[in-house]
Structure formats: C-alpha cells, structure tokens
C-alpha cells in the first residue's frame, strides 16, 4: 500500500507540475470505501504542496432535510449542495489566497462551516466524495471541475461490513443499521459505481 500511495503521489506532482498551476484531483467510491482516510494519506504524504476539500461538507444540515423530506434517504445525491461545491471548487482553482471549505463531523451528524482550509501555497488539491463523477444536474459542473479522478473500490462483504460498524458506533442499533445500509447507502453505491468508468485510474 506504502508503494502505491508513493506511485500515486508522484503522478499527481507530476501532474501538478505539467499544468503550472493548481490541480484538481478527485477520490471516488461507494459510502464505506475508505474514501476519507485515503484522501487524508495522500495529502499527508504531499504536505505542504496540498489540501483536502470533502464532498461530505456540503451535505444538507439536519434542518433543511427534515424540511426538505429528505431525511430518511440522507447521503442521496439531492441530500447535497452540489452547486455549492462546484462553485468552491472554482475558487479553489482560481483563488490567490487560502480557501476555507466546509467539513462534516459524523459525531453530530452535520456540515461544520470552514471547518478545513486549502493553503495558498498548496497546488494540489484532493476533493474526496462519493458522487464527485455524476453527471446529472449540478453534479455535471462539479465533475467537470477535475484533472484526474481516481476511483476507490474495495470487495463488497468489506464496505458493507465497515458500514455496518459505522452507523452503530453512532448510535443505531444493528437492525437499525443494516437497514440503513441496505435501504440506502447500497442504492447510493450502484449510482455511484455506474460512475467508475469516468475515472482515470481504478485504485
């Protein structure tokens, strides 16, 4: 694993310094592929050349999809600001300056308002979400937004299981949870791997 996130880092600084500029690069996958932790290795291991913008912070707050009646389907494409992401992913490419960008805190279950900053000197910048590759409605300019997107996929009886311990380490019961998993986030997941084709590297 160590060898690939080295491969990997090597080709987004490659990529960076091709362009001359500021990259945007996307990691992709169904709820439970380990998007997150990947995402915060890689620019871990790229400091202090990136920054990290989540997907997960522009989910509707609590309020609005109960308002919405989108609650019971939370994590669905239209549970998210995706013109609001697309329009954060365009000042991250311009800006001059630092960009401070929304994060999600599973604990609360809400959106943290600039709860992350992408430094100004970083030129590589990993956005890590599970529908950054949609092409439909809002989510088209967000995907239109990326220099390269590398599609996370890991065996299923793995995520489901990783997805299960999550949803009871926040309080659901087990029932509660795999109903969940399989009511939502497994139908989420068939939107998002009919997406993997987009990518240019499977991981």
Same mark, same amino acid.
């Given at each position: 694993?160590?060898?690939?996130? $080295? &491969?990997?880092?090597?080709?987004?600084?490659?990529?960076?310094? $091709?362009?001359?500029?500021?990259?945007?690069? #996307?990691?992709?996958?169904?709820?439970?592929?380990?998007?997150?932790?990947?995402?915060?290795?890689?620019? %871990?291991?790229?400091?202090?050349?990136?920054?990290?913008?989540?997907?997960?912070? =522009?989910?509707?707050? $609590?309020?609005?999809?109960?308002?919405?009646?989108?609650?019971?389907?939370?994590?669905?494409?239209?549970?998210?600001?995706?013109?609001?992401?697309?329009?954060?992913?365009?000042?991250?490419?311009? #800006?001059?300056?630092?960009? =401070?960008?929304?994060? =999600?805190?599973?604990?609360? &279950? %809400?959106?943290?308002?600039?709860?992350?900053?992408?430094?100004?000197?970083?030129?590589?910048?990993?956005?890590?979400?599970?529908?950054?590759?949609?092409?439909?409605?809002?989510?088209?300019?967000?995907?239109? $937004? =990326?220099?390269?997107?590398?599609?996370?996929?890991?065996?299923?009886?793995?995520?489901?299981?990783?997805?299960?311990?999550?949803?009871?380490?926040?309080?659901?019961? &087990?029932? #509660?949870?795999?109903?969940?998993?399989?009511?939502?986030?497994?139908?989420? #997941?068939?939107?998002? &791997?009919?997406?993997?084709?987009?990518?240019?590297?499977?991981?």
């Amino acid at each position: 694993m160590a060898l690939a996130v $080295q &491969e990997l880092c090597d080709r987004a600084r490659a990529l960076a310094d $091709q362009r001359g500029g500021r990259v945007l690069i #996307a990691i992709v996958g169904a709820p439970g592929a380990g998007k997150s932790t990947l995402a915060e290795t890689f620019v %871990e291991a790229l400091a202090p050349r990136a920054g990290l913008v989540p997907m997960d912070g =522009f989910h509707y707050s $609590q309020r609005m999809l109960n308002h919405l009646d989108r609650a019971k389907r939370k994590g669905a494409p239209d549970t998210f600001d995706a013109e609001g992401l697309a329009a954060l992913l365009t000042r991250v490419r311009d #800006a001059s300056g630092p960009v =401070f960008a929304p994060t =999600f805190d599973r604990s609360i &279950e %809400e959106p943290i308002a600039a709860g992350t900053v992408v430094p100004e000197r970083a030129d590589i910048v990993i956005v890590e979400g599970n529908y950054l590759l949609l092409d439909d409605g809002a989510w088209s300019s967000v995907s239109a $937004q =990326f220099d390269e997107a590398w599609y996370l996929r890991i065996p299923h009886e793995t995520r489901l299981g990783r997805l299960l311990a999550r949803h009871m380490k926040h309080g659901r019961s &087990e029932a #509660a949870a795999r109903e969940w998993v399989m009511r939502v986030d497994e139908a989420n #997941a068939k939107l998002i &791997e009919a997406t993997a084709d987009r990518a240019d590297l499977i991981l």
